[in-house]
């Protein structure tokens, strides 16, 4: 079975829970599900701070990135006071979103990793969302971008999948995983990692 590569692109200031949900779920998927996926870190520096101060080394540079090594993206939000858009909105990151879409390769964003999908040009015309709350301004945001905004959580339009906030991260990584393998592997995945059925707590 071939090997479905995420690159998990971290820009300063992310926040760790949304990164965290793809490399659990796919790596429950690698050790209990199919086996397929793999996720590797990058940033565009050698050290990242997320937004509540955990620190990660990601393994590869953004710099060495080879697009055609990999079958997916995946960008977590962040807060814009611990510099998030200082990475996302920097021409490297842009460009490496642009070029994955290119190749119509998955890319799936977390609340406000949406933002640099849109700043890149790739959503526009097309369906998103992103952050709901605070008055919609980062809806507002996205909109200015040309993308059509739609009030759902979690929301698919052909490769690119975009979401409203932190409590759909999980959502937003078990759509990854089933665009990337199969639906009764991902219910499969789900199951073991004690979604449904509902646990039970009587003796």
């Known amino acids: 079975m071939k090997t479905k590569k995420v690159l998990l692109l971290l820009s300063n200031g992310f926040e760790a829970y949304e990164a965290s949900v793809f490399t659990d779920v796919l790596g429950w998927n690698k050790q209990e599900g199919d086996g397929s996926t793999e996720v590797i870190t990058c940033g565009l520096r050698k050290e990242l701070k997320c937004t509540w101060n955990f620190t990660i080394l990601p393994e590869i540079q953004l710099s060495d990135v080879d697009v055609t090594m990999f079958d997916a993206l995946a960008i977590p939000g962040g807060f814009e006071e611990a510099g998030f858009y200082v990475d996302a909105f920097s021409e490297e990151f842009l460009s490496v979103i642009r070029k994955f ?30 952050y709901h709350l605070n008055n919609g301004l980062r809806q507002q945001e996205l909109a200015a971008f040309g993308v059509q905004v739609m009030n759902q959580p979690i929301v698919v339009d052909k490769n690119l999948i975009t979401s409203s906030c932190p409590s759909t991260a999980l959502g937003v990584a078990f759509t990854l995983l089933e665009m990337l393998t199969s639906a009764d592997n991902c219910r499969n995945v789900k199951n073991l990692m004690g979604f449904y059925p509902p646990y039970n707590t009587t003796n």
């Open 101 to 130: 879409d290119q190749e119509k390769k998955i890319i799936a964003s977390v609340c406000v990793g949406a933002l640099p999908l849109g700043k890149s040009g790739v959503l526009k015309g097309r369906k998103g969302t992103t």
